[in-house]
């Protein structure tokens, strides 16, 4: 609708979907303090102890808060829309984060200390599964869908898991594959998919579960110095 003068009124971002999204990213910045404190001279690549499942659980909620609030900007943003504010928004992101603490539970039970060779291989395939239409799939959905918190975190999840579970692989209280995981998968939540970019990803992704099995030597942090 026009105003005065002829000039249209601008359309952007409605204040209570601001609130939601600086609170959002907030949270999560806030959490990246909170996860890089506690995992301070945890990191131990393969060898990885996770401590006590209490312990584990704080970090890994912590993390996922931290690499995952970002990427869901978009969803928060048509979530506040859609519900008439930013009232909706809290049960969404607790509901999001669910998903990823109970792939946490999981982590837990099954990460042990192991070698190079395991790490390679899950690194490897989580390359090749960059190239596959599932991934493809729910990256889509992963960036297009507003529903529940649960659901979009179920499509986030399938879209990630291969990255998550390089992180788990190579070294799950490492800061620096944390930081790389969240700039991959950020990315593929925020930005549409582009040959020219994802190709090269996935087979730098492959290239170093190819390397690790390889030459495990070459990468560094991979396993604690002798």
Do not use: N
């Not at 959002?24 to 995992?39: D, N």
């Not at 928004?89 to 099954?110: D, I, Q």
């Not at 390089?166 to 549409?192: D, E, F, R, Y």
Request: charged share 10%; glycine share 10%; proline share 7%.
């Amino acid at each position: 609708m026009g105003v005065p003068g002829g000039i249209e009124r601008p359309t952007g971002v409605s204040p209570a979907a601001a609130v939601a999204l600086t609170a959002t990213l907030g949270l999560a910045a806030a959490c990246w303090v909170i996860a890089v404190w506690q995992m301070s001279g945890m990191a131990m690549g393969v060898a990885t102890q996770l401590g006590s499942f209490a312990f584990f659980i704080a970090v890994w909620v912590a993390m996922m808060a931290a690499m995952m609030l970002p990427g869901a900007a978009p969803a928060v943003l048509r979530r506040a829309r859609d519900w008439s504010g930013a009232r909706a928004v809290p049960l969404f992101a607790v509901s999001y984060l669910a998903v990823w603490a109970l792939v946490g539970v999981a982590v837990y039970e099954v990460d042990r200390p192991h070698g190079t060779l395991v790490a390679g291989a899950v690194t490897l395939v989580a390359g090749l599964y960059e190239f596959t239409p599932v991934k493809q799939r729910f990256r889509r959905r992963c960036r297009e869908m507003a529903g529940s918190g649960f659901g979009f975190g179920l499509c986030c999840l399938s879209s990630s898991i291969g990255l998550m579970a390089m992180l788990v692989a190579l070294g799950v209280m490492s800061i620096p594959w944390m930081v790389l995981i969240t700039v991959v998968a950020s990315a593929q939540k925020l930005l549409p998919p582009r040959v020219a970019i994802d190709v090269p990803v996935a087979l730098a992704i492959t290239g170093l579960g190819l390397l690790i099995i390889v030459a495990p030597a070459a990468v560094p942090g991979l396993a604690p110095a002798m």
